[in-house]
């Protein structure tokens, strides 16, 4: 059996000091194996999002052993790093500079890890997230947030990573786009093999997009399904079916029973 992509043992983040201290991930463990498509759902504020930026650097202040591909990582990470790991931020009106224009937008990656060969490299990128090459010199505002978040995919995959860190991929954007942008995710992660780790407070996306599903509350990693198991309602833990029905519909019966559980 080969090694896991992503392993993740006793991770902790917190924020504060003494008496304010705030732990927003509480000893998670779990790993993500080559070609996966893991998932971690819970409600807003669970330490989803904050695990991702441990994960891929952007948050040097955690505790635990994170290991890509069996190596062991620190809180600073090597360019070749970013080589492999990428990630796709839930806002794309946020993560794209708004003076740029894509052309630029894509070129800054290319440049950092001097691959060269610029021009070929954007255009195969604007031409597999469904965009194609007359998008190269707009910019952002000329675009809608389903496109923008098809050039957030394009830059993260420019670089031709093997893991691909989802942080909410849809979550900004209108209905009626979210499945385009889920379809286009499941066509890149077949055709180029990559490993996908995404968070969603929405199980329905996450249902779509995922084999595995690791189910989070206040910091804690309760348990891990597949998404099968889910569908036919094999759960241990009482939050993870409460989880299950409120994602399944509004129901005021429901709903008293989940603000029993709501609060840790």
């Known amino acids: 059996m080969s090694a896991p992509a992503l392993s993740l043992r006793n991770v902790r983040v917190a924020f504060g000091e003494d008496e304010a201290r705030v732990s927003a991930v509480d000893d998670v463990s779990f790993d993500v194996m080559p070609g996966e498509s ?51 931020f839930q806002d794309p009106y946020g993560s794209l500079h708004p003076r740029h224009t894509i052309d630029a937008i894509l070129a800054e990656p290319i440049a950092i890890h001097r691959l060269g060969d610029t021009n070929r490299r954007i255009n195969e990128a604007l031409d597999q997230v469904g965009l194609g090459r007359a998008f190269r010199f707009r910019f952002p505002h000329q675009l809608s947030g389903g496109q923008r978040q098809r050039v957030a995919i394009a830059r993260a995959m420019i670089l031709e990573p093997r893991l691909l860190l989802l942080d909410e991929p849809t979550s900004a954007l209108d209905v009626s786009i979210q499945a385009e942008v889920l379809n286009l995710l499941s066509d890149l992660k077949r055709s180029r093999g990559l490993t996908y780790l995404l968070v969603s407070h929405d199980l329905g996306v996450v249902a779509h997009m995922c084999e595995r599903v690791g189910v989070m509350r206040a910091g804690r990693l309760l348990e891990e399904t597949t998404v099968q198991a889910m569908r036919e309602g094999r759960v241990e833990h009482d939050y993870t079916r409460r989880f299950i029905e409120a994602s399944q519909g509004y129901d005021r019966t429901m709903a008293h029973r989940w603000e029993s559980i709501a609060t840790p």
């Open 38 to 88: 893991h998932g971690l759902v819970g409600e807003s504020g669970c330490g989803k999002s904050t695990l991702l930026r441990a994960i891929c650097g952007l948050n040097r202040e955690w505790q635990g052993e994170i290991r890509l591909e069996g190596e062991l990582l620190g809180p600073r990470r090597p360019l070749a790093f970013h080589r492999h790991v990428q990630m796709v």
